[in-house]
């Protein structure tokens, strides 16, 4: 996220809709920042879910958020249709570095870009890391770019 250029929808592969909801809208008229990472942090959940079987429930490994932040390029709002677009930058033995950003529907440039950080560790011993799942694993590889 150095560049001061827009990310463009042809950056990413993996992309899931999302409706804004009327809610989403603060008292400015524009969607709250928080709403945002939500939006993210829902995407990324369901990749890892869909796309990598991760067991959220009852798996022994699970992803932690030690950083994030967020660019935004444009104001969103209801009632916006947005595609959020994912890869990865990094894929580590215990860690993944997620890019994502999220495009208006019809527009080519993002109006908000993502950096998102997940550190796999082990369910009953949180503090300490494990492995990310093979089945997880091989699904970020599928949008890993440039490592």
């Not at 929808?9 to 999302?18: E, Q």
């Not at 104001?75 to 993944?96: A, K, Q, W």
């Not at 300490?128 to 949008?143: D, G, M, Q, Y």
Request: proline share 4%; aromatic share 10%; with cysteine.
């Amino acid at each position: 996220m150095t560049s001061d250029c827009p990310r463009r929808r042809g950056d990413y592969t993996y992309f899931h809709t999302i409706e804004t909801r009327w809610n989403d809208n603060d008292v400015y008229g524009h969607m709250n920042n928080v709403v945002y990472y939500e939006m993210f942090d829902s995407v990324i959940n369901r990749y890892l879910i869909g796309e990598g079987g991760l067991d959220i429930v009852n798996g022994s490994a699970l992803g932690i958020i030690p950083e994030t932040r967020c660019r935004y390029r444009k104001p969103l709002h209801f009632p916006d249709v947005l595609d959020v677009g994912l890869r990865v930058t990094r894929l580590g033995r215990s860690s993944v570095v997620y890019d994502a950003a999220m495009f208006r529907q019809g527009d080519d440039d993002a109006a908000a870009e993502c950096h998102f950080v997940h550190v796999f560790v082990d369910r009953a011993d949180q503090g300490r890391t494990v492995p990310i799942p093979n089945s997880v694993r091989a699904a970020l590889a599928l949008i890993l770019v440039g490592d």
